[in-house]
């Protein structure tokens, strides 16, 4: 009998062995004893209805990336929750997981527009431009006339340090997109790492008196005067969005940086460009 145990144990999983071995001591008249009712099986899991996921798209970034990971858990070909992860992720700051995620519901729809866009910004926030570039150039092969996918190109050149591809890359999306405000601000930053920072003034004043421009166009033309050592303006158009406390920590990198403007640029002076 204790073999017989012994050999139940070696194979059962270890949180099954106390039944194993109660079974196995039981009289033999437990045979006979009326079997438990089977329990009905959990009902299968099921996708959000479109009501739902639309207001899921109000939610903060947290909120999101919980909701559209439940999706995309479901269904690991469902684009829409694919896309939704990865934009949920990189508002969260987890650019390497927004990217996984993205390159996962690629597999099973290798040409979606949105997921291709989410990839390249995802690869463009974590600092690998590089990688951007063949999403981005899909995507922009998939529909020649949106502007989306050659602004973010334009970035994807330039953090590749492809200089003269990056500027084609930006006027393709500015001769399409205008009246737009995310290219031009990704324009301009492209002349303000070239060290052209009043061509980048000028190209950022326009983007931040269209009615598409974010927070972030505004905040790059402040960077922008600032590097140009007038820190009082810069003050006032930073004002303007921003609390006190993150005012005050620009204002301190301004002074530092005044007199290094051709250093280049991080993700967070260009975020209102081809991400959207």
């Not at 829409?80 to 597999?107: C, P």
Request: net charge neutral; glycine share 6%.
């Amino acid at each position: 009998m204790c073999r017989k145990r012994a050999l139940v144990a070696t194979v059962l999983a270890p949180v099954l062995l106390g039944q194993a071995f109660l079974v196995l001591a039981a009289p033999a008249f437990a045979a006979d004893a009326p079997k438990p009712a089977p329990q009905a099986a959990a009902p299968a899991p099921t996708k959000a209805s479109p009501q739902q996921r639309a207001e899921a798209m109000r939610l903060d970034p947290l909120a999101r990336a919980a909701f559209w990971g439940s999706e995309f858990e479901i269904d690991p070909a469902d684009a829409q929750a694919g896309a939704g992860l990865a934009q949920a992720l990189r508002g969260l700051g987890r650019n390497d997981d927004a990217a996984e995620a993205a390159t996962k519901a690629l597999v099973s729809n290798p040409n979606d527009e949105t997921l291709l866009l989410e990839l390249a910004r995802a690869h463009i926030a974590r600092g690998q431009g590089f990688y951007a570039i063949d999403p981005a150039r899909k995507a922009a092969a998939a529909n020649p006339k949106d502007w989306r996918p050659l602004t973010l190109l334009g970035v994807a050149y330039e953090q590749a340090e492809r200089d003269d591809e990056a500027e084609a890359a930006h006027r393709q999306a500015l001769a399409l997109a205008p009246t737009e405000a995310a290219p031009l601000a990704n324009y301009a930053m492209h002349l303000a790492a070239k060290g052209d920072l009043a061509g980048a003034e000028a190209q950022l004043r326009r983007a931040s008196a269209l009615p598409t421009a974010t927070i972030q166009v505004r905040q790059n033309l402040a960077l922008v005067v600032g590097l140009q050592g007038r820190l009082p303006e810069a003050e006032k158009l930073a004002r303007a969005d921003l609390p006190p406390e993150q005012v005050a920590n620009n204002l301190a990198y301004l002074r530092a940086a005044t007199g290094q403007a051709g250093a280049g640029r991080s993700w967070e002076s260009l975020k209102a460009g081809g991400g959207q």
